[in-house]
């Protein structure tokens, strides 16, 4: 959501910040701003809307001189998306960003209030910037001060602060959101993301839970309470789109590529690896799988997926919910937390109830630095590669290939799969890599095709069994970026009330597998056409029935088949969003790393 950038140092400080945050850009925002501290001058710019109207609005600027910065993105919690709402949120004195949800903010408003302050914004950030100043009313040593503010917040929050006072020094302070801090040849780096700082520092630190101080140049090495410093290669990758006309079709194009590297080492002569120790998953009977958004959709599949290949009972539960529901867990239980970022608000605080009753953890993540991958008793890195856009495709895909690749193996270590279905999985995997590739044929057919459906009242996605979870997915891809209704159904499920909507207004997305349970999905798809639905059918068996067919290559699975499915579905969503001429890389209020619950 909200990303973080600071600079400590003599070099140009504009062109720092706006470089860091446009490779935040991807998270979502709704706003963008920044303040430098130089010459004994504090500076403050906040704008609406893109970074372009911030690099507009500092056309002119320069920051040559040895000083202190920060800058932000915002994804609005509290108060409408204005520049007013936007930060660094400031007083006389002092200018803070933050990332995060002071839960507490109310109360200590209306106190502050009380005693005369004046507030600007209807942001939970700016009660931060006021809670400070009225302290140093009382405590004249300004570090003090701001930690006696800080532990008066509760919520999730990471924090940077400059202050008149300290004119070479950043302030933070961390508790449940991420913020990292490096130093290079140009000085010090915060940021919250570490893609931010890789390209220009030789060491970073990722500030532990609960920590509270101030950085300057002299000090990075020395602040005893930061650990885990680590020495960081930077890899420089191409991230531009290159030919393709947005990072999502580029991402899209990028799936079978990614597929492998997740496969890398973990699949060899048919034969299936994993990073986990055997002695670890023994004793367990029970699987539960933890996520949100499109990481809960990987998850639905893998259910099946667990429960068919490694024969244990598994379940797949929102964050959200796990967190309040008291479910009960026993000793055998093997958790497993998904999440792209490895620093989802929900899933993480799930992830650490777990911890604390005692289960067996595994994150399965993109970030071998964040938040989750620390604190789990193992990783699984899904090796899915820079996503840029903020609908996922290769980190779904690449979830569900490293969960089925995960059945097989607690299924080989379980003695729940023999040598053969072993090797069949393995080889139905590799297929499946191949299924991921884009054929010119297809998307040609998809792009015509997707002119019919840009009207209507909405689409129904329909599958069965381990395609339910894709039509899930399906249907949230199509409603992240075109902004259209969508909603994933269990194909039996029409009868039981949804049908009530169909008429020829009603678009029906159908994934009819040839390997599952085709007869019945077919069944459902006769009765909604029945009721004038517009039909497009996913299948490589054609159905006279449907009035659009989006026919596939034979597939030896149903995996494969799910695989290329999937490929369809991001595809059609692409092209409808792009016929609405709508931003698919950056939809309207949406976050790619939501790290606040």
């Known amino acids: 959501m909200c990303g973080i950038v600071g600079y400590i140092g003599d070099s140009e400080k504009k062109s720092i910040l706006l470089e860091g945050l446009k490779e935040l850009e991807y998270r979502g925002y709704d706003s963008a701003g920044l303040a430098v501290l130089s010459n004994d001058r504090l500076e403050v710019f906040k704008t609406q809307g893109k970074l372009e109207n911030l690099k507009s609005e500092l056309k002119n600027k320069e920051f040559l001189n040895f000083g202190v910065s920060i800058a932000h993105t915002r994804w609005a919690t509290h108060g409408k998306p204005s520049s007013a709402n936007a930060h660094p949120h400031f007083t006389e004195n002092l200018a803070l960003v933050h990332n995060g949800i002071i839960e507490n903010y109310a109360s200590l408003k209306k106190e502050l209030e009380s005693k005369g302050h004046a507030f600007l914004s ?77 390209p220009k520092v030789d060491q970073f630190v990722i500030l532990e839970e609960n920590s509270v101080g101030r950085i300057s140049l002299e000090n990075f090495k020395d602040l005893k309470h930061i650990e885990n410093m680590k020495d960081y290669a930077f890899e420089d990758k191409d991230y531009s789109k290159g030919n393709f006309r947005n990072y999502l079709e580029k991402e899209i194009y990028e799936q079978h590529s990614s597929l492998l590297e997740c496969l890398e080492g973990r699949l060899e002569a048919l034969s299936v690896y994993c990073e986990i120790d055997p002695e670890f998953l023994e004793n367990v009977n029970e699987i539960t799988l933890c996520s949100c958004g499109s990481s809960y959709h990987a998850s639905l599949a893998s259910v099946y997926l667990f429960e068919r290949l490694a024969k244990i009972r598994a379940r797949a539960i929102l964050a959200s919910e796990y967190r309040y529901a008291n479910f009960k867990s026993n000793p055998n239980e093997l958790f497993i937390a998904i999440s792209q970022s490895g620093e989802t608000a929900d899933t993480l605080e799930a992830l650490k109830l777990a911890k604390a009753q005692g289960l067996k953890t595994i994150s399965l993540c993109n970030a071998p630095f964040s938040m989750m991958s620390r604190i789990s008793d193992h990783t699984l890195l899904i090796r899915a590669g820079v996503e840029r856009s ?208």
């Not at 209807?122 to 004249?140: F, M, P, R, W, Y």
Request: hydrophobic share 45%; glycine share 4%.
């Open 390 to 597: 903020v609908a996922s495709t290769k980190a779904f895909s690449s979830q569900v290939m490293l969960l089925w690749l995960l059945s097989v193996y607690l299924g080989k270590q379980l003695g729940t799969i023999s040598k053969e279905e072993e090797r069949i999985q393995a080889k139905n995997m590799l297929n499946s890599v191949n299924a991921m590739k884009v054929e010119p044929k297809l998307h040609e057919k998809i792009k015509r095709l997707s002119k019919r459906y840009l009207h209507g009242h909405g689409f129904f996605y329909i599958g069965r069994d381990v395609f339910y979870p894709l039509a899930l997915e399906g249907a949230l891809k199509l409603k992240e970026i075109s902004y259209l209704h969508a909603e994933g159904y269990a194909s039996a499920e029409m009868k039981h009330g949804p049908i009530a909507l169909v008429d020829s207004n009603l678009f029906t997305i159908a994934l009819l597998s040839k390997h599952l349970l085709f007869d019945k999905t077919k069944s459902n798809i006769e009765e909604l056409s029945a009721r004038d639905s517009t039909i497009c059918v996913l299948s490589s068996e054609i159905l006279e029935i449907a009035d659009d067919f989006i026919q596939l290559e034979e597939s030896e699975s149903y995996m494969e088949e799910f695989f290329r499915m999937n490929l369809a579905m991001q595809l059609l969503a692409l092209e409808i969003a792009m016929r609405l001429n709508h931003d698919v890389d950056h939809p309207r209020n949406l976050a790619k790393s939501v790290t606040v619950e």
């Open 122 to 198: 209807q942001t939970d950030t700016e009660v931060i910037a006021h809670l400070l100043e009225e302290t140093l009313k009382s405590e004249g040593d300004l570090l003090k001060a701001f930690e006696k503010s800080i532990s008066l917040l509760k919520g999730s929050y990471a924090i940077l602060m400059l202050h008149k006072r300290a004119k070479e020094s950043l302030f933070y302070a961390k508790s449940s959101s991420p913020l990292i801090v490096g130093k290079g040849k140009e000085g010090v780096f915060f940021a919250s993301s570490l893609s931010v700082l890789a």
